[in-house]
């Protein structure tokens, strides 16, 4: 097929959305590929530990028949470590691209695994500085012919380990704004039991501990103090690929439990897993959206982009280093310290108590997250492919 409408295989661990980022994103971009003029199919391969040694090999086998069987121009695969279980066996995914066909690699995670300790670090440098393997992706990294990733962070970490330049093709908000009838700000907060003049804040995305939601719940009670009637909405499912059942249920009774303890029990609802309308509702119920990440929080989360494109005025906690788009008082509000509930109570209580910070951040958010959209991913992925199609012929 002609390089300007390639055929790409789209290779991704999971494709539940409901339980991983990267699905939900693979979720958002197939039809907008298509929409550009790229036949894009999912070739879905599961790695997860749980399914033993021999069903993980029996996958990459099947990957390897499917691929030769479709015949793709590219192989494109989506990399984060939770999407395939956390397996190394990732690492082995450019054995099974057939022969001749190019592989495009999207890395989502990158940058924090140190180099396993079964070998000295003096010769992981060696094998990175040969191109041989990479500490993180095995043979992903040395193997593809174009690397993306979704932020600039991760694309220095590419730079300094291998002399490479990848494509930087941000992300674009995981949550269209929904076109509800009537008033979302009265019609939730009467389905949440709250009255219609109630403070509502909401998390959104999937509940995990680097989330930061217990430095949130411990700041609830001097906000409830300072906002009667504040409620705490979370909507996100706590099954994942990066907490499995057991961890996730443990975790959310932990959280219950919190707020039983901090008094605020009656202030906080745990929805679970949303769909798109419901959390495009809630986002334009909500007083603010609040993400207080244990790492700080940055536009490679869609679900920060969700909020700030939704309007909905947004909390964050800083990142190291800071994300240029995430700016105190300009597009969201900065709580400075990550893992502290003072400085979460102190930027949520700027935010609900300052109408003027809220209309201003929210009207410069929605015109940062303006310039990011699905069909500019779609186009620059496009281009991408036939680049590569255009060296490798």
Not at 21 to 46: C, E, K, R
Not at 184 to 213: E, M
Request: hydrophobic residues 45%; contains cysteine.
């Amino acid at each position: 097929m002609a390089a300007d409408q390639p055929r790409v295989a789209m290779v991704c661990g999971t494709t539940a959305a409901d339980r991983d980022g990267v699905a939900d994103y693979v979720h958002h971009l197939l039809p907008a590929l298509t929409d550009a003029g790229v036949a894009a199919d999912l070739a879905p391969v599961s790695l997860h530990p749980g399914q033993g040694p021999g069903r993980r090999w029996d996958e990459l086998r099947a990957l390897r028949r499917r691929l030769a069987r479709w015949a793709p121009d590219v192989v494109h695969l989506q990399f984060a470590p939770s999407a395939y279980g956390f397996s190394r066996l990732s690492g082995l995914l450019p054995l099974v691209v057939p022969r001749g066909v190019p592989l495009v690699t999207t890395l989502h995670e990158y940058g924090s695994w140190d180099p396993p300790a079964v070998l000295p670090r003096a010769l992981w440098r060696l094998a990175e500085a040969r191109g041989w393997w990479c500490r993180e992706t095995g043979r992903l990294v040395p193997r593809s012919r174009a690397l993306l990733t979704t932020n600039a962070g991760h694309a220095s970490v590419v730079a300094r380990r291998w002399g490479l330049a990848p494509h930087v093709v941000p992300l674009a908000a995981n949550v269209a704004v929904g076109r509800p009838e009537g008033d979302p700000r009265v019609r939730v907060r009467a389905g949440l039991g709250l009255r219609a003049d109630a403070p509502l804040i909401v998390f959104f995305g999937f509940v995990h501990p680097v989330k930061g939601l217990r430095y949130l719940i411990d700041a609830l009670p001097p906000l409830r103090a300072a906002h009667p009637g504040l409620h705490l909405c979370v909507a996100g499912g706590f099954v994942s690929c990066a907490l499995p059942e057991p961890e996730a249920r443990a975790f959310h009774d932990d959280l219950v439990e919190l707020t039983q303890r901090r008094g605020v029990g009656d202030a906080v609802t745990f929805t679970g897993y949303q769909p798109e309308e419901r959390v495009s509702d809630l986002l334009r119920a909500a007083d603010a959206a609040i993400f207080p990440f244990t790492g700080g929080a940055t536009t490679k989360s869609g679900a920060v982009l969700a909020a700030m494109s939704h309007g909905t005025p947004t909390v964050v906690t800083g990142a190291d280093p800071p994300d240029p788009d995430l700016v105190d008082g300009e597009t969201t509000v900065v709580a400075p310290s990550t893992r502290s509930a003072e400085a979460l109570r102190e930027a949520v209580h700027r935010v609900l108590a300052d109408p003027d910070l809220r209309r201003r951040v929210a009207d410069r958010a929605r015109q940062v997250v303006g310039r990011r959209d699905w069909p500019v991913i779609a186009a620059e992925h496009h281009s991408v492919y036939r680049a590569v199609l255009r060296e490798w012929s």
